[in-house]
């Protein structure tokens, strides 16, 4: 299982990817990623919470953790209540991302406009109130 820094790592990787999607002009594929990219970030926070090196998604642990659904991974990160306390901006921000899931990998080529796209991209990575730049503040 990824460590706490694998996990940070990969999350940085995957906001590169969405990027370099987005600029292609592939949204679909920049959102998906986008997903990732938050997924990670909250699970680079569990494993600080429980003050583990690797993320606990194994044996007793898989049906808690080995989640993709982010309402679940925030509040397994500790995050939820600092969330509801925190700017409107990054509600705003959370409202425009909590629809992702891995399922929509099945989504047909151009489900996503271009507008659509970069709405998510910058909920994640605007400064100081995108959801992946908050999460990062407290791994």
Not at 4 to 19: D, G, H, V
Not at 54 to 79: C, M, N, R, W
């Amino acid at each position: 299982m990824p460590t706490r820094n694998e996990l940070k790592e990969l999350a940085k990787l995957r906001l590169e990817e969405a990027e370099t999607l987005f600029d292609a002009g592939l949204y679909d594929g920049a959102v998906y990623v986008c997903g990732y990219v938050i997924e990670f970030a909250l699970k680079a926070r569990i494993c600080k919470l429980l003050d583990t090196d690797e993320y606990p998604s194994t044996g007793k642990f898989k049906s808690i953790y080995a989640v993709h659904d982010f309402e679940q991974l925030l509040v397994l990160s500790g995050l939820k209540k600092k969330s509801s306390l925190a700017h409107v901006d990054l509600h705003t921000n959370w409202s425009l991302i909590i629809p992702w899931s891995p399922e929509m990998r099945y989504k047909p080529k151009g489900s996503i406009s271009k507008d659509e796209a970069e709405q998510i991209l910058n909920a994640i990575r605007d400064k100081p109130n995108g959801v992946y730049r908050w999460i990062m503040k407290y791994w």
